[in-house]
């Protein structure tokens, strides 16, 4: 809808071929001696292969590593934030001695 274009591009289904799997492949062939197919078993070959291009240490990776950028920059932003205002939390005013509680 739109006629955006956002970047993304969506894989052929061709290039995930259950021959290139050997645990899909004895599936395959197991579901064959009970006269059965699975037109979807393609479908799991991403789990076994990957992305084209992406290791599974990368896209272990950039799925812990996301936003973490953003995170340490509000991070900072609400350090600063605190510091010019002056808002303490806790039992850090000035005037109070801690001996001094009843």
Aim: charge should be neutral.
């Amino acid at each position: 809808m739109g006629g955006h274009d956002h970047g993304y591009k969506i894989p052929s289904p061709d290039i995930y071929k259950v021959e290139d799997v050997p645990q899909l492949k004895m599936v395959q062939e197991e579901l064959a001696k009970l006269g059965l197919k699975d037109p979807w078993l393609r479908n799991e070959v991403w789990r076994y292969t990957g992305l084209p291009g992406k290791s599974h240490f990368f896209r272990v990776f950039k799925g812990l590593t996301t936003g973490m950028l953003t995170g340490f920059a509000a991070f900072l932003v609400t350090i600063g934030i605190e510091q010019y205002f002056g808002i303490t939390y806790g039992r850090h005013d000035k005037h109070h001695n801690n001996d001094d509680h009843h």
